[in-house]
């Protein structure tokens, strides 16, 4: 991670020039799923060069083809870890009406995507979590999650204020760039979590790369992540 004073000169680079700013932050991200892309497709080729050996090669090419293919397979098994979801009680517009109608009216008011759950737990709190049904691949699912005793505690008003504040961070009309980024930083923190936890079986070709990116990424991108919640 960086010091406190990299992170200050970072900031003032952000406010001077936050388009540019934003742009390096892009083109990072898109690098490090450039490199993911990139390491499935190098043992896709692998695994089609080793069916291709048998014209040649015969029986031999058995031995190569079997070996590529099983980790081909432990490698992409490995992407596509289920994210664990959200835990809380699952409510539908039918059992809270008004606070439906909060949630479709902030929807609609800041063009954000759609909540596949909305979850009431006994936190203090309320928040948007996006879990991913393919794993790194993506294709995210959307949660809301509010707290009762926030609930309890806050005004109509009051209650539409904080979860405005969340819906902000999906929001595809307010601060666009700086949401995706937001969104990136969490998602490789997401990805850098998994492969520790499955590092004995990715270890070659993704945990190097992420225990060097994912901090740096999250490092660099902390500006923008701050300025964000700010906004």
Not at 27 to 56: D, E
Not at 101 to 108: A, C
Not at 116 to 123: A, F, G, N, R, S
Not at 138 to 167: C, D, R
Request: proline share 4%; net charge positive; charged share 15%.
């Amino acid at each position: 991670m960086y010091s406190q004073e990299t992170i200050a000169r970072l900031e003032q680079e952000l406010r001077e020039n936050p388009k540019a700013y934003h742009r390096k932050v892009k083109i990072l991200a898109w690098l490090g799923n450039l490199y993911i892309a990139f390491g499935v497709m190098v043992l896709v080729i692998l695994l089609i060069l080793a069916c291709l050996s048998i014209l040649v090669l015969k029986a031999f090419a058995i031995k190569i083809i079997i070996p590529v293919a099983i980790f081909l397979y432990v490698i992409v098994k490995s992407l596509w870890i289920s994210v664990e979801k959200p835990q809380g009680i699952a409510i539908q517009e039918k059992d809270a009406p008004e606070l439906f109608k909060i949630i479709n009216n902030l929807s609609l008011k800041l063009n954000s995507p759609s909540f596949h759950h909305v979850l009431i737990t006994d936190d203090f709190n309320a928040a948007v979590v996006q879990t991913p049904r393919l794993g790194i691949f993506g294709w995210y699912e959307n949660y809301l999650i509010i707290g009762l005793p926030l609930m309890q505690s806050l005004s109509v008003q009051q209650l539409t204020s904080v979860l405005a504040h969340e819906f902000g961070h999906l929001s595809k009309n307010h601060a666009k760039t700086a949401n995706w980024i937001y969104r990136q930083r969490i998602r490789w923190a997401q990805l850098y979590q998994l492969v520790e936890q499955n590092a004995s079986r990715i270890d070659i070709i993704f945990r190097p790369f992420f225990k060097k990116f994912v901090p740096y990424f999250a490092s660099f991108s902390f500006p923008v992540a701050r300025a964000n919640e700010y906004s």
